[in-house]
């Protein structure tokens, strides 16, 4: 029998990154110290081209991964679309969209977003924030301070919801996912004492 060194197992593993020692040595055993059949033993380990299981079950976390994704950014897109913005004259909606395609639009074009309000106030033209959730509506061409809380709490009810939509459900979490951070403050707070 051939005795095993860490060079050989270096060598291995320098060819196929993804082996592990055990696998390194296991693999160089069956071969007895033959590198190059060792490599090749442990490619066909994990590279087989007829075997199609893990492949299909590389295919389906995938799809289940993809369709949990699209599900979230669905309801993320919803939720976001909850409060929109409308331009009305006498009464007659002219504009009405998504304060996040808003949004989009004043971080794009800032400076035609600030002349396109500024025609929409001269022009009398009514700017109103809707939450369609709570049905409350804010004119902004007549804020005072109520009506600044009002937009406020639609704005900070609408993040909270969105928000939600990012928090892994309680069946979902592992350890490995979670958040360390209470654990952390727990531990300074004592360090502390």
């Not at 059949?37 to 590279?47: D, L, R």
């Not at 396109?116 to 409350?136: C, P, Q």
């Not at 600044?148 to 009810?157: D, G, P, R, S, T």
């Amino acid at each position: 029998m051939t005795t095993i060194s860490i060079e050989k197992v270096d060598a291995v593993l320098e060819r196929v990154p993804f082996a592990t020692y055990k696998e390194a040595k296991e693999a160089l055993e069956k071969t007895n110290g033959d590198v190059l059949e060792a490599i090749i033993f442990i490619e066909e380990k994990y590279i087989d081209p007829f075997d199609d299981e893990k492949f299909e079950d590389f295919e389906e976390k995938i799809s289940h991964e993809g369709e949990k994704l699209k599900d979230q950014l669905s309801e993320l897109i919803r939720k976001s679309n909850v409060i929109r913005v409308k331009v009305e004259k006498e009464g007659k909606s002219i504009l009405n969209l998504p304060l996040t395609v808003g949004v989009i639009g004043v971080a794009a074009m800032p400076l035609f977003a600030l002349f396109g309000l500024s025609a929409a106030v001269l022009a009398k033209y009514s700017v109103k924030i809707v939450d369609e959730k709570s049905n409350d509506e804010v004119d902004l061409g007549t804020l005072n301070h109520e009506k600044i809380e009002i937009l406020k709490e639609m704005f900070v009810n609408s993040f909270n919801d969105i928000k939600s939509g990012f928090k892994p459900e309680e069946d979902e979490k592992d350890e490995t996912s979670s958040d360390i951070t209470e654990e952390l403050i727990d531990e300074d707070q004592k360090d502390e004492k």
